[in-house]
Structure formats: structure tokens, C-alpha cells
């Protein structure tokens, strides 16, 4: 959980400043940030920046050689931006492009970036009236091929406009509105961002630059209108470009969603990223499947292949995803709809072993051998995990089989 930072604290220019310095991803940073607090890591990389020698002392009692190396290497380019992170300056060219700005820790930060650890972002700007902590805690992120086929953006839009909705066109029990997240871009993001405002949702998107950089350009209506009711939302300062290395590392902001579906995807879409990072942080992952003969939809099927997604055909079954486990059960015994995006705080899983052990145990279930597989863990790790599952009657075993309780009954074991 990110320590509360007051606005106008010392703590909140240091990370303004520091959002500056430091490129997202940037490990050095940090990890000084994380370590030395915002405060100290700025002092440490001042005395850096004019004494190395001494700088390397300071830390040389308790922290490894290699660590230390790292930051005073990273120390020359943190100066080349030195004099371009006054706070007062930032806010002013914030308050310029009709944009906000917080930091890490600040009041209505989004307390689902705490899974990224020191790699949250330092500040966040956005424009819009949607609040981020409800929109990334409870939302569903839907990404996929820019190229995306008329199927892929019809699933899209389909499942874009029922999460936003909170329930299938003509449902009179809707089971809870989420919020849309994506990138943005053409294709799969762009219909399931305009799905949503059809529905009269929110839709969140995530810019690679910053919040004055609308990318790309073809879209400036449709990110208009989503900052209009939703919200555009950039870690990076304005004025700075979407570069490809930022859409890489912009997308675990997206992953950081209550669940992450993929629509379409080829076998090296940058798509696959944001599923690799929801996965890293113990977020559900899911992946719709296409023609096997689409090589649109190829990443999609190799993530279904590995065990890393579930498979999903409706927005049903992404909600399913980003519920917890305990409102999951409650649906499969019919205990009513489920209520989604609530006061309540949403259930996490003990770890990312937990979470991956249960999607394994998803459609028929399988045995340990093939829970393990499908999850990535080895035998002892998948037992472990099933376990707990099973102690907080999220997943049972029938006849060898593990399954969840929700699922169809599965078939005879094999052993």
C-alpha cells in the first residue's frame, strides 16, 4: 500500500521531479526511490551527479556493488533533465493542456498500481471526471490487434459495451458497471472504447506520451469524447512523445485492471505485453479465440495453448474473470447478481501462484499434472496453491479432478 503524500508536500514535488528524471522503467530510480524515499533519492542523486565517489560511499555499507553501479551509471542522464523538473513549472504546463496531476500516494491514487511495486509511477496526469481508483480497481482492460478483422472488433465492441453497461443488453438485474480500459489505438482499443461510450459507460484510456500527445491522431475525436465522461490518463509529463518503448511500458498501467482480455493478437502483438504483466502481478488473464487459420489471432491461441488465459467468448465471461472468488461461488449457487465496482474492497489472491492455479482449474479442470502445466508451477507449487483454493471453497477435487465448483462436472479421472 503506497504511504498517503500530502499535496504540496516536500514528498510530492521530490516525485514530481522525479517524474521527470526518470524514464518509466527506469530500475535505478526506482529502486531509489523505493529505498531512499523521494526526498532522499533526490539528494542522493544531486551528490552523484558532482561526486561519485562519495555518493557510492554513502550506500557501500548495505547495499551490493552492482546496485550502486547502476544508479551513479543512470546519474548523468537524470542531469541532462535536471532543470526541466521544477514542480511549480510542471504544474503550470499541466494546468496549460486543461489536464490534472497526482503523485504516487496522493489522495484517489489508483491503489491497484500498488501491484507494480517501486515500478508504479512516480506522478499520474489525466483529464476527465471518471475516478481512477474505482476505474483500475474494478475495470477490465480489452486490448488486441491495431489490424484488427471485423470479428475482432465485433467482439470487442460487444464485450466493451456489456462490461460498461454492467449487464447483457436487456438484463433487468445488471450485475455491476465497470470501467473499459485500453490504449487507445486503433482496431480492438479503439472499438472497445467507443462501445463503451455508446453504452453510456466509462472508458479509461492509457497514452504511451503525455497527456498533450494525443496518439494517434485518427483517434483525437474518439479520445476526446473519452475524456470527456471517462478519462485519458499519461505517467509521462506533457510535452513528452509516444515513443514505442513508452507503449511497451504504458501498457502494465493497463494490466493493472481488476482482468485483462485479449481480443486478437498476433504471436508478437504488443498486446501480449499487457497479458504478460497482468499475469507477472497475479491479474486474470483472458484471450478470445479466432479462426485457426487467423494469424491475427495466433497470440491469442498460444496463450490458450500455455495455460497463461482463459478462454473467454462474452463479456459474461470477462466479468467472471475480475470478480472475487467469493462473489464468483455466490453467482454459481445462485445466491444473486453480483455487485461489482461497490464500496467493498475487491478480494485479492494469496499470491500470483494462486491466481494462476485457479484459471488452470477453469472449463473441465484437469489433474495436478495438468494444473501445473497449464499454470507454469511445478507440481509442488500447483498442490500448495490448490489447497488454499480448495480451503476457501474456490476449487474442489471430485475423483482426481480439480475443478471450480461453477464448472461443468469433469470427466472420469485417469488415474
Known amino acids: 500500500m503506497s504511504a498517503v503524500v500530502e499535496p504540496g508536500s516536500p514528498e510530492s514535488a521530490m516525485l514530481l521531479r522525479w517524474s521527470v528524471l526518470a524514464e518509466a522503467g527506469d530500475s535505478p530510480a526506482a529502486w531509489l526511490v523505493a529505498g531512499l524515499g ?59 493542456c486543461g489536464a490534472q496531476v497526482m503523485v504516487r500516494g496522493q489522495a484517489g491514487w489508483p491503489r491497484a498500481f500498488d501491484a507494480l511495486g517501486a515500478a508504479a509511477p512516480f506522478a499520474l496526469w489525466w483529464k476527465g471526471p471518471a475516478d481512477l481508483e474505482w476505474a483500475f480497481g474494478g475495470g477490465i482492460a480489452v486490448v488486441g490487434a491495431r489490424s484488427a478483422t471485423a470479428y475482432g472488433e465485433h467482439v470487442a ?5 456489456e462490461v460498461a453497461r454492467g449487464g447483457a443488453a436487456g438484463a433487468t438485474a445488471a450485475s455491476g458497471a465497470r470501467a473499459v480500459i485500453s490504449g487507445g489505438a486503433y482496431g480492438v482499443d479503439a472499438a472497445a472504447h ?35 465522461t471517462g478519462a485519458l490518463v499519461a505517467e509521462a509529463p506533457p510535452g513528452r512523445a509516444p515513443y514505442r518503448a513508452r507503449f511497451l511500458l504504458r501498457n502494465r498501467l493497463i494490466a493493472t485492471a481488476a482482468a485483462t482480455v485479449v481480443v486478437e493478437a498476433a504471436v508478437r ?7 504478460r504483466h497482468a499475469a507477472s502481478i497475479g491479474r486474470p488473464v483472458g484471450a478470445v479465440p479466432g479462426p485457426v487459420t487467423s494469424a491475427v489471432s495466433g497470440g491469442c491461441h498460444e496463450l490458450l495453448r500455455e495455460g497463461a488465459a482463459v478462454l473467454v467468448r462474452d463479456a459474461a465471461d470477462a466479468r467472471e474473470l475480475a470478480a ?14 453480483l455487485v461489482a465496482g461497490g464500496d467493498a474492497p475487491r478480494q485479492e489472491f494469496a499470491s500470483p501462484a494462486d491466481r494462476a492455479a485457479y484459471d488452470a482449474c ?54
Open 194 to 228: 467507443r462501445a463503451a461510450l455508446a453504452a453510456g459507460g466509462t472508458t479509461v484510456a492509457v497514452l504511451a506520451g503525455g497527456i498533450d500527445q494525443v496518439y494517434p491522431a485518427g483517434n483525437a475525436d474518439l479520445l476526446g469524447r473519452v475524456a470527456e
Open 38 to 96: 523521494p526526498c532522499g533519492a533526490w539528494d542522493w542523486a544531486a551528490q552523484a551527479i558532482d561526486d561519485p565517489v562519495s555518493a557510492t560511499a554513502v550506500l557501500a555499507p548495505t547495499v551490493p556493488a552492482r546496485t550502486i553501479a547502476a544508479a551513479i551509471a543512470a546519474a548523468p542522464r537524470w542531469a541532462a533533465r535536471w532543470d526541466e523538473s521544477d514542480p511549480a513549472t510542471l504544474r503550470e504546463r499541466t494546468a496549460a
Open 324 to 337: 472475487p472468488i467469493g462473489d464468483a461461488l455466490a453467482t454459481a449457487r445462485g445466491a444473486g447478481a
Open 362 to 415: 477453469g472449463g473441465r479442470g484437469g489433474d495436478l499434472d495438468e494444473i501445473s502445466r497449464r499454470a507454469g508451477l511445478t507440481a509442488a507449487q500447483a498442490l500448495a496453491s490448490l489447497g488454499r483454493l480448495e480451503l476457501a471453497g474456490a476449487v474442489l477435487k471430485d475423483r482426481g479432478v480439480w475443478r471450480r465448483p461453477m464448472d461443468k462436472r469433469p470427466r472420469a479421472s485417469q488415474s
Open 269 to 275: 502483438s504488443g498486446a501480449l505485453s499487457t497479458a
Open 157 to 161: 465492441a460487444g464485450i466493451g459495451a
